[in-house]
C-alpha cells in the first residue's frame, strides 16, 4: 500500500481547516469583538495557504517564497496575541531580535525559492516559549479562572499543539527538500505532522469557540 499517497490526503484537509473555526468566530455574537487578532491570524494562515496552493498547482511556480511571508505573519499577529495579555520588555526585546533574525536569515541570506528551516524553526520556537509563558502566567494569576469557559486556554492549547508539531518539520525543511529523494520522501512524512497538528488546532479553536460562545459577553480576563 503507498502511504505517501494518503499522506498527502491528510495534507490537503489541512489546507482547508482554518475555514471552519473562521465560519464559527463570525457567527456566534460577541466572538469577533474579543478576537480580532485570532480572526487576522486564521485569516491570513488561510489566505496564505490557498495562495500557496495557487503558486504551486495553477501557475506551476515555487512556493516557498509564500512559507517565507507565513512565517514572518505567524510571528507577527501570534506575539502580538500573547502581548494582548501581558508583555514586558525581556520578552519585547525578545520578539524584536528573533523577528530580525528572521527577516536576517529569510530575505538577506537565502534565496526567495528556497525554505530557510533555520528562521521558521527559530520564529517557532520562540512561539513555542510564549505559549508555555503564558501558561505560567494562567498559573500564578491570583484570578480564579474557569479554564474551560475560558477561551484564551483553549486558544493557547490550540497554538501550542500546531506550534510544536510544526517546529521539527521545520527543523528539517531544507535538508528533506533539497537533498536525496529519500530525504524528500521523509520530509513529507514530518509535513504530516505539521498538517495533523494543523487539523487539530482548528478543531481545538472550534470546539473552544462552541464551549466558550456564552462568556464572550464578558470582558476577557486579562492574566
Known amino acids: 500500500m503507498n502511504t505517501l499517497k494518503y499522506t498527502w490526503y491528510i495534507v490537503g484537509i489541512s489546507e482547508y481547516s482554518d475555514c471552519i473555526p473562521i465560519g464559527i468566530l463570525l457567527i456566534i455574537p460577541f466572538a469577533l469583538k474579543r478576537n480580532k487578532l485570532l480572526l487576522a491570524y486564521l485569516v491570513s494562515f488561510q489566505g496564505l495557504h490557498f495562495l500557496s496552493l495557487y503558486t504551486a ?5 515555487n512556493n516557498m517564497w509564500v512559507y517565507k511571508l507565513l512565517g514572518l505573519t505567524e510571528l ?6 500573547y502581548f494582548s495579555f501581558r508583555k514586558t520588555i525581556v520578552l519585547k526585546l525578545l520578539f524584536f531580535l528573533v523577528l530580525a533574525f528572521y527577516a536576517l536569515l529569510s530575505y538577506s541570506n537565502s534565496p526567495m525559492n528556497l525554505i530557510n528551516s533555520l528562521a521558521l524553526s527559530l520564529s517557532t520556537f520562540f512561539l513555542i516559549s510564549l505559549s508555555l509563558t503564558y501558561m505560567f502566567w494562567l498559573y500564578e494569576s491570583n484570578q480564579t479562572v474557569n479554564i474551560v ?23 528539517f525543511s531544507y535538508q528533506a527538500l533539497f537533498n536525496t529523494p529519500d530525504m524528500n520522501d521523509f520530509f513529507r512524512y514530518t509535513w504530516v505532522f505539521h498538517s495533523m497538528g494543523n487539523i487539530l488546532k482548528c478543531i481545538v479553536l472550534s470546539v473552544g469557540l ?14
Open 210 to 223: 462552541i464551549v466558550c460562545r456564552k462568556s464572550f459577553k464578558e470582558n476577557t480576563l486579562v492574566i
Open 149 to 171: 469557559k475560558f477561551f484564551p486556554f483553549w486558544v493557547n492549547g490550540a497554538l501550542l499543539i500546531y506550534l510544536s508539531s510544526s517546529f521539527f518539520a521545520y527543523l
Open 76 to 81: 507577527i499577529l501570534i506575539s502580538l496575541w
Open 57 to 61: 498547482l495553477v501557475d506551476g511556480n
